[in-house]
């Protein structure tokens, strides 16, 4: 696609998801450091989240993890969204932080545990009822430390069941994106450590299950794009957690370590048609701020998504196909690089400034008061954390 407005119209309609987890405190193992202005309650997260499509005017969604946005009333915090120009998006489970799973939750040799696990997954569908959220993410922490420490195959098995009672309780609009992970917490064996088992579980249960790809969860080397040209030809593309790594789940800002690697990831889903509106590739940004101001950084985030995904666009897929039939390494490769060497801040700019956006997010963030604002309105009471 090379016509500019073609362009322009098709990053207008672009929808990137921030988490709600973001804005709170978060850190290391070692260490969490307060920051301050840290929002203290899930609509205080919602608030922030509205702050950054505010600015940039293509992340009207905020995906909540439960329960760390625990409420009595969904809908009224989906109203609240709303009323904030936001909507909340993916409900996010969470079967890692209980005592009880600490040998597995949907994988646990214990079939009370299993069943806890399996009540919490179901409870999700119901918040996403009263939300209206499409997708429930689902990520497992499930695996062992050693080698014999549990059947890996009865496990799978436990979690083939698990994953058909969440599948069969969706409703017709509703499905749910299983995500992998190499590794961590467990460090022998994961239970879904990669696209290939959470594609085979999805395959088996059918079209309400599909693949989300965190892109810190591989191991060092691999070829992210080439996962995503694949999933998106078999369909099963469910959505992204944007984020970048050094060495291994970093969590930091997406296309901040590698965005060459973001480049290639956008392209490929430009390529496989997963960027059309029809698609519901979810491109949402799983990330945490540890040493950086959170909304800032959030801003900056989707600014990158925003880059990489103009760069994307601007492949001129004639050129590259003439040159690739050919045999033409080289310019092929021309054709591709020159996408990404061009400069696409200016022409970001210039579409913010066409949907009535200050041209740069986030010096009108840093404008705006905001962060001063919610400095001093939420100096009291508990900060939201990670866990919180
Ligand atoms: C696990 O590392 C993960 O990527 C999952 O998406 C969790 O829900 C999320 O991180 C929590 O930050
Ligand atoms: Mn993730
Ligand atoms: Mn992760």
Not at 28 to 57: M, S
Not at 60 to 71: L, S
Not at 74 to 91: C, F, K, N
Request: glycine share 8%; aromatic share 10%.
């Amino acid at each position: 696609m090379n016509d500019t407005g073609a362009v322009k119209e098709a990053l207008r309609r672009q929808q990137i998801e921030t988490p709600s987890w973001a804005y709170g405190n978060s850190g290391t193992r070692f260490k969490v450091f307060a920051q301050q202005g840290v929002p203290r309650t899930p609509q205080e997260k919602i608030d922030d989240a509205a702050q950054v499509h505010r600015f940039t005017g293509v992340a009207p969604r905020v995906a909540v993890h439960i329960p760390w946005d625990r409420v009595d009333d969904y809908a009224a915090l989906a109203a609240y969204a709303e009323e904030r120009g936001v909507r909340i998006g993916a409900v996010n489970t969470n079967v890692f932080q209980d005592d009880d799973y600490m040998l597995g939750s949907v994988t646990n040799p214990d079939p009370a545990v299993r069943r806890k696990a399996l009540d919490h997954l179901l409870e999700a569908v119901d918040i996403m009822d009263q939300t209206g959220s499409r997708d429930l993410k689902l990520w497992f922490s499930d695996g062992t430390n050693y080698p014999g420490q549990d059947d890996i195959r009865a496990r799978q098995d436990r979690l083939a069941e698990a994953l058909a009672a969440v599948y069969e309780r969706l409703g017709d609009d509703q499905r749910f994106l299983l995500e992998y992970k190499l590794f961590e917490p467990a460090f022998y064996m994961t239970d879904v450590p990669d696209w290939g088992a959470s594609y085979a579980h999805c395959v088996k249960l059918g079209p309400k299950a599909q693949v989300v790809v965190d892109t810190g969860h591989h191991a060092p080397g691999t070829n992210i794009e080439f996962i995503v040209a694949f999933l998106l030809r078999e369909g099963k593309l469910g959505g992204f957690d944007f984020n970048s790594r050094f060495y291994a789940d970093d969590d930091l800002m997406v296309g901040a370590a590698d965005p060459f690697q973001l480049f290639r990831i956008m392209y490929e889903v430009v390529r496989g048609g997963g960027y059309e509106p029809d698609a519901n590739v979810a491109f949402m940004l799983d990330q945490c701020h540890n040493v950086e101001p959170k909304i800032q950084g959030q801003i900056r985030s989707v600014m990158n998504v925003q880059e990489a995904t103009a760069k994307a666009l601007l492949v001129d897929r004639e050129a590259l196909a003439a040159a690739q039939a050919a045999g033409d390494v080289l310019e092929a490769n021309a054709v591709f690089m020159d996408a990404y060497n061009t400069d696409v801040r200016p022409l970001l700019a210039e579409l913010r400034e066409e949907m009535g956006l200050h041209p740069d997010p986030v010096a009108a963030y840093k404008a705006s008061g905001y962060y001063e604002r919610v400095v001093e309105e939420r100096k009291d009471g508990q900060a939201a954390g990670w866990g919180a």
